[in-house]
């Protein structure tokens, strides 16, 4: 039986429509159908399952051609009246549109009916030669249903949910034609911000300035396995950590994972369960030879698993990968009066869960996504000297909408403007315009990135003040096209990373 994913985009289907995936009626077949029984109406709709699996599929037309393909969605449309639609869409590789979606392997309109103990029978109406039967049996129990895969797998099916139906629509119209938008078109080729903090003071203290950060900052490295769903699902930057530090992040959130293969496990920069190309180890490589390259800069780490079970065996790995002779001497402790002077060439890590007795750079405590600022101010950062610093922290999030998300960025920008910085313990300030609303989907970042990137780009221009840390998706992207490139969104990355960086100058 096969890894199925509890990140699961919605399903395919516009019903009677002049999409592709239709759900049609005979004329001549109207007294002949079965009654759909009385699990007719919780099966409504759209149900849906995206799995991993290789083979060849074979078009449906005369003499059509072989389709090798490495992923699968399978899709059943379900209508209260006992009748519905059938359809497996084939992906290849990193191809993020279909290869096939009316293939011999699965495509049709079918009848169906139901029992009261869960069982549904379904039988095509297509009447094709086909190589799987034209009729077979589902079971639903506990608002899910159970069917095969195209190799003879158990799937359990997710019924859909509206958001992504456009999106899969789209997907399917291309069926592996050319998209109309392309994410290179929009990167900011020409921007070079490797050495904007040269002009900085040395006695500048770092929780007095003002730093662009990357949310999930590793998820445009490319995909371990799963990619379908990734890109769909986990995405939240266009640029890669490199291309990143050449536009001016200097603050990264990072997921380091303890991911299970069959020679052990590894360390991999990760966005929950989906897993980056990048091994930790690598990217730290990466600011370690940016670093070295660009002296006059420092960067930022803040640590977090949501992933990992094992936090203890997480701890140990991680805390021999950074106290390596390759990376110990990269990094810096904190201390709640951190001049930029002692930060330069370095990286401060600070981290939310343990792995030490002691940190490397400093824990956070009382970290939260709650909208309310007094709960957002109850934080502090801890460093392994025992000093403390107050840590204000917003990171409004994952509700059904995103009303007050816009507020509480721009409450948290004006309390972080008006710090008493000369106290012996300054607030430290972490301010999230990232976030997704409803469900947990890459054009959901992007519809949030829309709002809450230019609500703070337009509140940085018009104020002064030090504003701490803003961690943004789709970081220097002024326009981030959808993951199957048929829809452009105004994420403003660019203009919010040039408003961040101005700031440290007013």
């Known amino acids: 039986m096969r890894h199925f994913y509890l990140w699961m985009i919605a399903a395919i289907l516009f019903i009677c429509g002049t999409n592709v995936l239709t759900s049609c009626k005979d004329d001549d077949s109207l007294d002949s159908k079965p009654k759909a029984g009385p699990l007719a109406e919780k099966l409504g709709g759209t ?19 072989d389709v090798a393909y490495t992923s699968v969605i399978d899709i059943y449309q379900f209508d209260e009246n006992g009748e519905g639609t059938f359809q497996r869409c084939f992906f290849e590789d990193d191809n993020m549109n279909p290869v096939m979606v009316q293939g011999i392997l699965g495509f049709g309109n079918f009848n169906y009916s139901t029992t009261a103990d869960g069982k549904v029978s379904i039988a095509l ?14 079971s639903y129990a506990k608002d899910t249903l159970t069917a095969q895969g195209v190799d003879g797998s158990e799937l359990k099916l997710q019924q859909a949910s509206d958001v992504m139906l456009e999106t899969l629509n789209s997907m399917v119209d291309q069926n592996g034609s050319s998209s109309k938008y392309s994410v290179d078109e929009y990167k900011p080729k020409s921007v070079d911000n490797s050495q904007w903090m040269k002009s900085l003071a ?11 950060g990357s949310h999930d900052a590793c998820t445009a490295d490319g995909w371990k396995n799963k990619k379908l769903v990734a890109e769909l699902t986990a995405k939240t930057q266009d640029l890669t950590i490199k291309e990143q530090l050449k536009v001016g992040m200097r603050v ?35 600011l370690k030879d940016f670093l070295t390259a660009n002296p006059s800069e420092f960067c930022i780490l803040t640590v977090e698993l949501s992933a990992t079970n094992n936090k203890e065996a997480w701890g140990k790995e991680y805390s021999k990968l950074i106290n390596s002779d390759k990376f110990k001497d990269m990094f810096v402790n904190f201390k709640p009066r951190l001049t930029v002077g002692e930060l330069r060439g370095h990286v401060l890590m600070l981290s939310r869960n343990e792995y030490a007795e002691k940190p490397l750079g400093g824990y956070c405590y009382g ?3 709650d909208q309310e600022f007094e709960k957002q101010t ?5 460093g392994p000297d025992g000093s403390e610093a107050p840590l204000w922290a917003q990171d409004y999030w994952g509700k059904l909408t995103r009303k007050g998300k816009d507020e509480a960025v721009v409450r948290m ?34 519809s949030n990135a829309v709002n809450a990137n ?4 337009n509140w940085l221009n018009d104020h002064t003040g030090s504003v701490g840390i803003i961690y943004m998706d789709f970081a220097g992207m002024d326009k981030s096209p959808n993951s199957i490139k048929t829809k452009c969104y105004e994420t403003n990355g660019m203009k919010l990373i040039n408003s961040i960086i101005k700031q440290n100058q007013k």
């Open 47 to 65: 149900w849906y399952s995206i799995y991993e699996v290789t083979g060849t599929a074979k078009s449906e037309n005369v003499g059509g051609e």
């Open 125 to 138: 109406r297509n009447k094709w030669s086909q190589t799987y039967p034209q009729a077979w049996d589902i």
């Open 202 to 212: 040395d006695g500048r203290l770092v929780a007095d300035l003002s730093l662009p």
């Open 252 to 286: 990264f959130d990072l997921r380091p994972e303890r991911v299970f293969t069959f020679s052990g496990y590894e360390l991999r920069c990760s966005h929950g369960i989906m897993n980056t190309k990048l091994l930790v180890s690598d990217f730290f490589q990466i």
């Open 367 to 369: 970290w939260v996504s």
């Open 378 to 382: 109850k934080g502090h950062i801890t």
């Open 413 to 446: 920008l004006e309390a972080a403007a008006g710090r008493d910085m000369t106290v012996a313990n300054p607030a430290w300030v972490i301010n999230y315009t990232s976030a997704y609303f409803g469900l947990p989907l890459s054009d959901n970042y992007r």
């Open 454 to 457: 230019t609500v703070a780009a």
